[in-house]
């Protein structure tokens, strides 16, 4: 009979330093990977990326109070520094658009929720719109992932974001 390894116990949040190929020895590495995994929904052992479209929509619920100026100020901002804060990333993780990295998905979700109708349907169907784009990743959203660096991690998922954003005003416009 063949013995077997004991199984180790799953982590299910691991301790984000462990998972990094460099260890981080600065606060502002470690601010890195706590912005770039989406206050570290990126380390859920299931769907990680779905996690962070999450915290988009947490995002969404926080920014839509505050008028479109406000919404679409924080949406650049944080699609903007995302893309160096993803490109660090991927240099602390020491591998191209790690599956932890989830900043992109925050802000293709806060992109595809820009004018959803404020109802349950219209932030489920845009929530559900970005993840198939984002996932399927047709033309032009492949194009964007062949970037180098952060650009690379970042705009394919802003590509994803427009997509919905333009598959729900249809929907909604009835088109």
Not at 84 to 106: M, P, Y
Not at 119 to 136: E, N, V, Y
Request: glycine content about 10%; overall charge positive.
């Amino acid at each position: 009979m063949e013995q077997f390894a004991p199984r180790r116990k799953r982590e299910y949040f691991p301790n984000p330093v462990l998972h990094c190929a460099l260890m981080p020895k600065t606060v502002s590495d470690r601010l890195i990977l706590f912005l770039a995994t989406g206050f570290y929904s990126g380390y859920s052992p299931v769907a990680p990326g779905t996690a962070g479209s999450a915290v988009g929509v947490a995002a969404y619920f926080l920014l839509r109070p505050l008028g479109w100026p406000a919404y679409i100020a924080v949406t650049l901002a944080v699609t903007l520094m995302g893309i160096w804060i993803s490109g660090r990333a991927e240099a602390l993780f020491g591998q191209k658009d790690c599956k932890h990295i989830v900043i992109d998905e925050i802000a293709g979700q806060l992109i595809a929720l820009f004018m959803a109708p404020a109802t349950w349907w219209g932030i489920l169907s845009g929530f559900a719109l970005f993840r198939l784009f984002d996932i399927t990743k047709f033309w032009p959203i492949s194009a964007c992932e062949k970037l180098k660096g952060g650009a690379g991690v970042m705009l394919d998922d802003a590509a994803a974001g427009l997509l919905a954003l333009l598959a729900l005003q249809l929907i909604y416009l009835g088109i």
